[in-house]
DNA sequence: AGGTAAAGTTACAAATAAGTTACAAAAAAA
DNA sequence: TTTTTTTGTAACTTATTTGTAACTTTACCT
């Protein structure tokens, strides 16, 4: 399981590495902002993220703001910044917990330990004979390997992603369409839609109308 | 929503009770183990509970391990003991958080609602023989389905939202229609009641003459 | 009580959203 | 390059949804 650390303190990498390491995490860390940017690009699966604020290149608040948060990797503050308004905006803004430094590295790990609990999700997940695998993304239908495109998978994805919760076709184009940079039409989610939907034996998704889609366990 | 405080110190009881109540919630607070012991017999529902170790007839953390953990509320504790093995096994017992005293009160909210926002489960509203899932945003009348129009569905999640408060038609007109764009006249929303009544097997939704339309719970 | 304004009711034509199909441009793969 | 796949749009169809008008009933006021 990997564990990125965004920290330019020599010291407390080499703290964490070997007490993290020695709790069967694989720890990365880079020391820059920029650094994290080109890590980012190589689609390396992170499980958490331990940011710190005061960086070399930059403000790690303004950098989980916009390039994190989207990614929806859980993020532990570990920073000097005790000053109370950056720690709410932190914890109000999506980070999942804050530490000050000077931090007791097993609470540190205790921490860490508690919110990989908590974001432990289910990577495969099966409705009705459809099953989507999220680490392999990969679609099976009745065990039988079933061929999206990039756009239908990622759509198909996000539905599974919210079972039991109505997407809006707002969000869809929100969420698909920010990716590619396009400019897109709502009808455009209609043909996807029923591009995803000729592809599976069954239908899974539920229509809503003037709202969204749904797909349902059971 | 109610909140739990166990403590004794009657300065912070006082500011959390200031403070939480302005953010809408209820605090109850408690300040020996044996009171809140006394309080749970009566089994008024609590959503959180914040927890203080030191506490004159006993230890909290004991308190925890025992009684609290198996009701399974998520818990803060906030306490002056800043001891890394009592941090460390606190939040390995299944604490939810763990802040140490002095806190900031603007923290320990914006922690209190990340800890809410985590545990809330369904977002199901019954009124009578109706319920209304917000998130599959499906409407069911004693346990079968009703099948509701785009606006029909927003009007009356609309109400149910705002259970035991009246909307005005004029909040509707706003909130309903601001959506599609379109400019309406009053008796629109008249006609749609009326559907959405129709479409109900018991009519939960009370005019008020001049004002508006509630829902009441009960 | 009766007048009055607000809300309820009904029916209908226009508007619309989602489903569908086909196609050309763009991107990716060969 | 050529070929194939992917993507976005446009045009069409459908059943549904929507807004209004005209009329009736209800609740509240003096």
Redesign the pocket.
Known sequence: MNILLIEDNLTIIKGLKYALEKENYHLISKMTIKNAREFFQENIKIALIILDITLPDGNGLYFYEDTIKKMNIPTIFLTAVAKEEIVVKSLNLGAEDYLTKPFSTKELIARVQKVLLRSKKKSIIEVQNIKFDMDKMLVYDNGQII?F????LKILQLLFLNLNKVVS?HVILDKI?EI?G?D?????V??Y??RI?GKLSTDIIE?I???GYRIDEK
Chains 1, 2 share one sequence.
């Open positions: 061929d495109s990039p756009l239908e076709r369409w590619t396009n897109v039409d709502d009808h455009t209609t043909v839609l029923k939907r229509t109308k003037g709202i």
